[in-house]
T-cell receptor, first 114, second 113 residues
Framework: NAGVTQTPKFRILKIGQSMTLQCTQD?????MYWYRQDPGMGLKLIYY???????DKGEVPNGYNVSRSTTEDFPLRLELAAPSQTSVYFC?????????????FGPGTRLTVL | QQQVKQSPQSLIVQKGGISIINCAYE??????FPWYQQFPGKGPALLIA?????SEKKEGRFTISFNKSAKQFSLHIMDSQPGDSATYFC????????????FGSGTRLQVQP
């Protein structure tokens, strides 16, 4: 199993550009999450999904959109990039069953908006 | 807003020493408290976790101590090794872990040889 994979690893955007961060998991997990990590800070939840077709906002959703058409994929869309979105983005997944709480994280996407 | 406060921000320990990182939370609905370890350039990985029905959990050199009445929990790393040098995050969630995690701000641990 590859676990949680994210692409790209690095990206530089200009203000106003858009892009999609890809996330795929091969563990058949129901729950998927997007977090952002700013320097010296903990991770903050952007969006999450409890299954295909179901998504919900987290703590910092403004400027982002998500969709979940399959169990495996959970892409994160930035429509109009702003410097405040410069961060490292982590995708995570978990099974979602009782007693199986572990969230597995991808390696991250480092995004710079100039 | 749900918060988890973590201290210290950074920690330097000599090899063989004990590393202690503390966290405090506000929301009494939290029922799952994991610690994640993150190496530079990598995503966080679960290290150890505890539920509020026990006061301590030990896995090898890593121990979580949990004080429900004080709403505090801590990570103890015994016999710290240079390979333990990483950033450690405490976290909390509701719903037996089936909800998103609320993370502390992280502690950068450096274990000197």
């Amino acid at each position: 199993n590859a676990g949680v994979t994210q692409t790209p690893k690095f990206r530089i955007l200009k203000i106003g550009q858009s892009m999609t961060l890809q996330c795929t998991q091969d563990m058949n997990h129901n729950y998927m999450y997007w977090y952002r990590q700013d320097p010296g800070m903990g991770l903050k939840l952007i969006y999450y999904s409890v299954g295909a077709g179901i998504t919900d906002k987290g703590e910092v959703p403004n400027g982002y959109n998500v969709s979940r058409s399959t169990t495996e994929d959970f892409p994160l869309r930035l429509e109009l990039a702003a410097p405040s979105q410069t961060s490292v983005y982590f995708c995570a997944s978990s099974y979602g069953g009782i007693g199986t709480d572990t969230q597995y994280f991808g390696p991250g996407t480092r995004l710079t908006v100039l | 807003q749900q918060q988890v406060k973590q201290s210290p921000q950074s920690l330097i320990v000599q090899k063989g020493g004990i590393s202690i990182i503390n966290c405090a939370y506000e929301n009494t609905a939290f029922d799952y408290f994991p610690w994640y370890q993150q190496f530079p350039g990598k995503g966080p990985a679960l290290l150890i976790a505890i539920r509020p029905d026990v006061s301590e959990k030990k896995e090898g050199r890593f121990t979580i101590s949990f004080n429900k009445s004080a709403k505090q929990f801590s990570l103890h790393i015994m016999d710290s090794q240079p390979g333990d040098s990483a950033t450690y995050f405490c976290a909390a969630s509701i719903g037996a872990g089936r909800r998103a995690l609320t993370f502390g701000s992280g502690t950068r641990l450096q274990v000197q040889p």
